[in-house]
C-alpha cells in the first residue's frame, strides 16, 4: 500500500465488537478483522476512548428506529490519533488527535435524507475497535485541552445539547437569558455548561438533592426537585423575572416532562426537543397546537453538524475551566464493553460512561 | 383643544358599533359616542375601510380566549385618513393615509406579556367605528398602491401571513424553496401570494375543483383537493423534488391537518402554527415530541410586530401586481355590519370580507 | 396637573446646564429652568447620575456634525428614579429607576433619518440638569445590580460596544472567537467585558504596562502596547490558532489604526467601526475596496437601538460579577461639569468619567 | 481500473489548455493529456461547456493575486456530464449532470485560508479540457431547466451576485427592498434577476442608451446612465421613496464607483464589495471609516460555498422563467479559446462568453 502516507507502523488487525442480532447485550460479539483499506480521501485512526450514549443502547436490543448494519461495529463516539492518511487528504496528516462525527455526512446545513444515512455504529461501522478508517471529513481536532476521554464525550452529548442551544439562528442563547435543564444526563450537564459559558442563566430539574448539590457546582442558578414540585412548570416561571418564564428549553425527557416544559417557557420562547430518555408516560402530551396557544416554537433536532462541532470545539478551547466535560469516574477497558453498557442502563453514573483502549 | 394640528374640520361624534354580552352578533349594537380626547402622541383617524376576521365572530360569542373589555368597540383591522395629531407626534401629519396594528404595542422583537394586551377590538376599542384616536406607534402608512379596502386586509391576514413565512430568521422562507397553504382564508391566499413573490414554489390544499382554480389563477405550482387526497401528506411530499418535502407548513386548520402537515414536511423544515380555523377532530393530534421524531421545527405565533408590516408593505409597494389583496366582492356599509359577520360565518366568501365606511 | 400620577411631591424648577455658543468649555452655563410640562406618555425623572461621552467634548465646540438645538441641555447619558409619569404612560410608574436612551426614537431594526434626529444633548435636551422629562419610549428599566452611576455609563458606551459585538445577526461574538479591542476608553472596556462574558478571547492593544495590567485584570488573554510594537495586526494573527486572525475588531481610534485592524482581522472576519478617537492620521486608511482584497466586513455603528439596550442589560444582571462597568474613582458634582469635560478631555481617567447629581 | 463504476466508454486523452508562462494569450497552450486517474471520492466529468472571467483573463498575466500552478488548466466554470465514479462516491452517480465549484473545498460557512487554496483554473487544474476528474465535494448538480452553457455561468458570476445579495444574514435582500446594480457584466446581470426574482427593486447604471434598454428588458425599475450623471449616488437617493437611499449596492467596478455607492446607499445599508473591474482610478477612494460616518456596512466576497450555490440552483429551478442566465450569442468552440478571450476582454460582449465542447 503505498497510495497513503504515515510515520508509524500500522498493525495488520483490528480487535473489535461488532453487534450480531438484536438480543441485547448477548448480541454484542468481541471479535478480531482486518485493517480495512484506506480510501484516498480517508484517515486511519487509532481510537483510545469511546463514550456511550442511550442510542448505543438499544440498537443491539432492535429498538433502534433508523437502519442498523448487520454485524455493524457499534459505537457512536470516539477520539484518537492519525495513523496514516489517503493521497487526497487535505485535513489531517499522521499524528494529529481527532474526534469523530456521528453523522459523518452532515458537514453543514440542514439534515438531509442523505447526510442522515451514515451514522457511526448504526448504517456504518463505528467506533467500539482499536483502529478505524474514517473519510476525513468526518473528522474534527481534538480541542487542545481535552484528554482523549473527555474529547469522546463530545461527537453525541456535547454536540446535541450545543445545537440545542445554538442551532436555530434567530433564537440562539446569548448572555442574559434564561434556559432550563433537565436532570443528570450527558446532553443536559453540557447544556448547562455551555449555557453558563456564554452569560445565560440556568434552571434545572433533578430527582435528588445530592444531584442538585452537582448540577449547583456546574454553577445552576436554580434547581428544581421535581419530585417534590411534580408541577414544576409554574416554579420556574416564579423563578425569572416578571415571572414570564425561560427563554429555551432543553428536552431530553418527552412524555414525561413536555407539559412541565410548555408551561415553563415564555412567550415567544423555545423548547428545543432532543430525545425521550424519561421513556413512556399516561399523561397526554403537548400537541404542536399548542405551540400557538401558548406561543411558542418546539424545535426537534438529531445532532448537529460538523461545523457546529467545529464552532463547539473553539468555545471549549476558548474556555477551559469553565467547559470540561463531565465524565463518571468508572472508566471501562475495551474488553469490558458490555460492562459499561449494564453502567449506563443501570442510571447510577453521574457524567458520561467512557471507554478508554489500550494499544 | 389647541394641543394639536389639524387640516380639517373634526366632527363631535362618531358612529360605532360596540360589543355589548356575549351572545353573539345580538350582542353587537350600533351607537353614536363622543371624538375621543387626543392624546399627546395619538393620531385621529377617519376610519374608511374595515376587514373582518375570525377573531372578531368569536369575541361577541365569548369564545376569545384572551380579555375583552366590556362595551369594546369591536374590529380587529382599519384603514383610514389622519384628521389632526397630539402634539408630541412625529411619525404622522394630517392627510397621512394610515392602517392599524392589531397589537398597538407590538413595536419590534418577541411579543411580551405587555406587548399582548392591547388588541383592537378585544382589550382596546377597535375600527368599527367612523372615527378613532390611536397611538402613533400603533400606525403604519398604507402602501401608496392600495385602496383603504385593500389596505384594511393586512393588519391581521397579512402580517400573520407574511411571519409565518419570514418570522424566523434562521428559516425565512427564500426564493426555490416550497411552501404548503391550506385553503382560500385570508392567511393562506397572503400567504401564497408573498410565497410567490419571493420566488418560492407553492403547494395548496382546497376542498373543490373551483377553488383550485382560483388558487392556480393566484400563482399556485400545485394544488391538492384534500376530500379527494385525504392523506394529502404523502401526496405532498412526492411533488417535492426527491421527495422530501415542503420547507414550510402555513398551519390554519390546525386538529383536522396537523398530522397531514407533519406528513408533508422536509426534514429540518417549519410548520408555522397561526390558527385553528379547521375546528375540533377527533383525531389525535401530533405531539410535541414529533418535532423530534420527524425532525422539524413547530412555530406558534401570533400576528406580528409593526417592524415587520413596514417590511410587508414595503414588499406589497414594490411587487404593486403581484401583491393585491384578495377582497371578496360583496362590500358592506357600516350599518351592515351584522350581515358581514354572518357572511363571514358562512364561509361562502372567496377573499377578505370587508366594511366600507362612508362619511 | 392632574392628568398624571405621581407618588412624590414634583419641585417647580430644575438646575440644568445649556450650551450656548460653540466656545468649549465657556459656552456651558449652569442655570435653572422650569419643570417642563409633561406629556401623556412622558415620564419626569429625577436624574441622579450622568456620565460624560467624547461626544459631549465636541458638542460646545461646534464640532458635533449633527444638528444641535441652540441652548441645548448637554449630556447623553443618565440614570435616575420616575417622579411622575403622564396619563397614557404603560412603561413605567413613579419610583421605577430607569435609564435614559441617547437616541429617544431608536427603538428597534435599522437607524433611520428620523430615529437619528432625536439625540439628548445634541437635539433634544440631555441629561445634565436636576429633572428632565423624557417619552416613556426613550427609557429602560436600570438594571438590578447597577448604582445610578454605573448605570449612567450604559446608553453610549455600554450600548455601543454591545452593538459592535452582536449587532450584525450573522457575525455576533460567540464562545470561543477572538475579538480585539483598543485602548482603555469606555467602549473598549464594555466590550472586552461583553467578549469574555460570552466565552470569546480577547486580545487588547494598549499604550503602557500599567494599562496592560489594568485590561488583564479585566479578563484580556493577550495584550499588545502598541508603542512597543507599531505593526501590531502581524502580531495578533500570531497570537490566533493557526495565525488566521482574530473574528472581530472593535475599531474605536480609526485613522491610526484602521491599517493594522485590517491586517489583524481574519477572513470573513468583521471590524465594527464605532468612532475615531485616536484622531487624524498621515497615514492612508485602508479603503472600502480592501474589504474585498483581505475579504472582511466592515461595519459602521452608531450606538444602538432600545431593544438592543434591553438585551444588554439582561446580560448585566445575569453576570453581576463579569459586567460592572468601570467607573473612574473621581466623580465630579453637577457644579462641577466643566472640572468633569475637562478631565475627560486629558485622558488621564480610566473607566468613565461621570457626574453624581445630589438632591 | 476496476474501482469505478460507469456506464460509458472512457476516453484515453483529454483535450486541454495550459498555462505556460505570463505573456498573456501567448502563454495559452492547446495540447493533450492522459486521463487522470480516478480518487476514490472523485467523479469523471465529460465537460460540455465552460464560461470565462475576468479572473481567467488575468492568470495567463501574471497579475492574479493568489497562487497559480505552474502549467495548470485554466478555467474556472464548467458543466458536463459524469462519465464514472470513485468507489467510494455518495452524491453521484454516472449520467448525472454536473457544474463545478471554483473553490473546490468551500463547502460552507465562511471562506478559509484552506478553503480558499483549491481554486480552479488557478491552484488546481480547472474546466477548459474535454474530460476532468473532481472530488464529489466540488461538484453541484446542474438545475433542471438549464442548458450546459447556461449552467456554466454559474460558478463565478451566478454564485457571487447570489453571495452579494444574500450572504450577510442578518443583511440578506427581501421583497420591497432596493438594490443597485452597475453595468452589464456577468455578477451585475445576475444580481438584477436575483434580486427581481425575490421581489426587490433594481437601479442600475449603465453607460449607453442602448445597454439601458437591455437592462430595463431584464427588469430594472429604473436605469441611471452613469456618463450623462456623473454624480449618479444623489439621483439613486432620489429615486428612492423618501430619498433614503438603497439598502444594498453590488459594488463591482471598484476605484471608480465606489464613492458614488456610498452617497447611494442608506443608513445601516450595505456594500457588497466583489471586485475591481472598472480598474483604476485618480479618486480617492472612501476609507473604511466612512462605514461610520455615512452608516453603512462594506462586505467584501469572494464567490460563496456549495450550500450557497446548491440554494441558488433550487431558486433557478423555481423560477426558469425569470431566472435565465443571459449568454452572449458568440459561442465559441474549445479550439478558439483565445479568440474567447479576446472578445472577453474587448468589452463588447452582453452576457457571459462560454465556451462548447463538442465530442
Given at each position: ?10 498493525p ?6 461488532i ?8 448480541s454484542?460479539?468481541y471479535?478480531e478483522g482486518p485493517?480495512?483499506d484506506?480510501?484516498d ?15 448505543d443502547?438499544?440498537?443491539p436490543?432492535?429498538?433502534?428506529p433508523?437502519p ?10 470516539g ?8 493521497k487526497?487528504?487535505?485535513?489531517f496528516?499522521?499524528g494529529d ?7 459523518q455526512?452532515?458537514?453543514?446545513g ?8 451514515h ?11 482499536t ?5 476525513e471529513q468526518?473528522?474534527v481536532?481534538?480541542p487542545e485541552?481535552?484528554t482523549y476521554i ?5 461527537p453525541?452529548?456535547?454536540?446535541t445539547a450545543w445545537?440545542a442551544?445554538f442551532?436555530?439562528s434567530g433564537?440562539a ?5 434564561y ?9 443536559s450537564?453540557f447544556?448547562l455548561q455551555?449555557?453558563?459559558a456564554?452569560g445565560a442563566?440556568v ?6 438533592n445530592?444531584?442538585a448539590?452537582?448540577l ?10 421535581y419530585?417534590?414540585t ?11 423575572p ?13 412524555p ?9 417557557v ?8 432532543v ?12 400537541s404542536l ?19 457546529q ?20 469516574p468508572?472508566?471501562f ?16 453514573h ?5 471507554v478508554?483502549?489500550?494499544?
Amino acid at each position: 500500500m503505498t497510495h497513503f502516507t504515515t510515520t508509524q507502523s500500522i498493525p495488520k488487525i483490528t480487535k473489535q465488537w461488532i453487534v450480531d442480532g438484536q438480543n441485547g447485550l448477548d448480541s454484542l460479539k468481541y471479535t478480531e478483522g482486518p485493517i480495512p483499506d484506506l480510501g484516498d480521501t480517508q484517515v486511519l485512526v487509532k481510537i483510545h476512548a469511546v463514550s456511550l450514549n442511550y442510542r448505543d443502547l438499544i440498537i443491539p436490543q432492535g429498538k433502534y428506529p433508523w437502519p442498523v448494519k448487520p454485524g455493524v461495529v457499534p459505537g457512536s463516539d470516539g477520539a484518537g490519533i492519525v495513523l496514516a492518511v489517503g493521497k487526497n487528504v487535505t485535513r489531517f496528516q499522521p499524528g494529529d488527535k481527532v474526534v469523530t462525527m456521528l453523522n459523518q455526512l452532515h458537514i453543514a446545513g440542514p439534515v438531509t435524507n442523505q447526510s442522515n444515512k451514515h451514522g457511526l455504529g448504526g448504517s456504518v461501522d463505528g467506533t467500539l475497535r482499536t483502529i478505524g478508517a474514517f473519510d476525513e471529513q468526518g473528522l474534527v481536532p481534538v480541542p487542545e485541552c481535552l484528554t482523549y476521554i473527555e474529547a469522546a464525550t463530545l461527537p453525541c452529548a456535547g454536540l446535541t445539547a450545543w445545537n440545542a442551544l445554538f442551532g436555530l439562528s434567530g433564537k440562539a442563547v446569548t448572555a442574559g437569558q434564561y434556559v432550563l435543564t433537565q436532570g443528570t444526563g450527558g446532553v443536559s450537564i453540557f447544556a448547562l455548561q455551555f449555557a453558563k459559558a456564554v452569560g445565560a442563566r440556568v434552571i434545572a430539574t433533578t430527582s435528588s438533592n445530592e444531584k442538585a448539590l452537582f448540577l449547583q457546582r456546574l454553577g445552576a442558578d436554580h434547581v428544581i426537585n421535581y419530585r417534590e414540585t411534580p408541577d414544576w412548570g409554574s416554579r420556574v416561571k416564579q423563578l425569572t423575572p416578571g415571572g414570564v418564564g425561560v427563554d429555551l428549553v432543553v428536552e431530553v425527557a418527552g412524555p414525561t416532562t413536555l407539559k412541565q416544559s410548555a408551561a415553563s417557557v415564555k412567550l415567544d420562547g423555545t423548547i428545543s426537543v432532543v430525545g425521550f430518555v424519561g421513556g413512556e408516560s399516561k399523561e397526554t402530551m403537548p400537541s404542536l397546537l399548542d405551540t400557538w396557544i401558548n406561543l411558542f416554537t418546539a424545535r426537534g433536532l438529531w445532532v448537529g453538524s460538523r461545523l457546529q462541532m467545529e464552532d463547539m470545539c473553539r468555545a471549549i478551547e476558548a474556555n477551559p475551566d469553565r467547559l470540561h466535560p463531565v465524565v463518571d469516574p468508572r472508566v471501562f477497558k475495551l474488553s469490558q464493553v458490555k460492562e459499561a453498557y449494564e453502567y449506563l442502563a443501570s442510571g447510577k453514573h453521574q457524567g458520561k460512561v467512557c471507554v478508554e483502549i489500550e494499544h
